[in-house]
């Protein structure tokens, strides 16, 4: 593992913290506080995630999906030969 970075189990989202990271947060109402602090917890977990996958495995799996994709993108032959 990386010196420096966290796996996702130890990755907690304080709402204090949350609510200390930008100053327009105490000024929303309720419902839209917990809607940023849920965002911010999505969004942590998704870098998270995407961290996780090397540059190799990454385009391993895109070349696996172009493998299955079908080639319906391809100019059509028109006319004779």
């Not at 189990?9 to 327009?24: C, K, Q, R, W, Y």
């Not at 540059?55 to 032959?77: C, G, M, T, W």
Request: hydrophobic share 30%; no cysteine; proline share 7%.
């Amino acid at each position: 593992m990386t010196p420096g970075v966290e796996s996702i189990s130890t990755l907690t989202v304080n709402p204090v913290e949350i609510g200390n990271a930008a100053p327009h947060v105490t000024n929303l109402a309720p419902a839209e506080r917990s809607y940023t602090e849920q965002r911010q917890r999505i969004d942590i977990h998704k870098l998270a995630k995407t961290a996780n996958k090397s540059h190799r495995d990454r385009n391993s799996d895109f070349n696996q999906y172009l493998a299955n994709v079908s080639e319906n993108y391809d100019i059509p032959k028109i006319g004779p030969g």
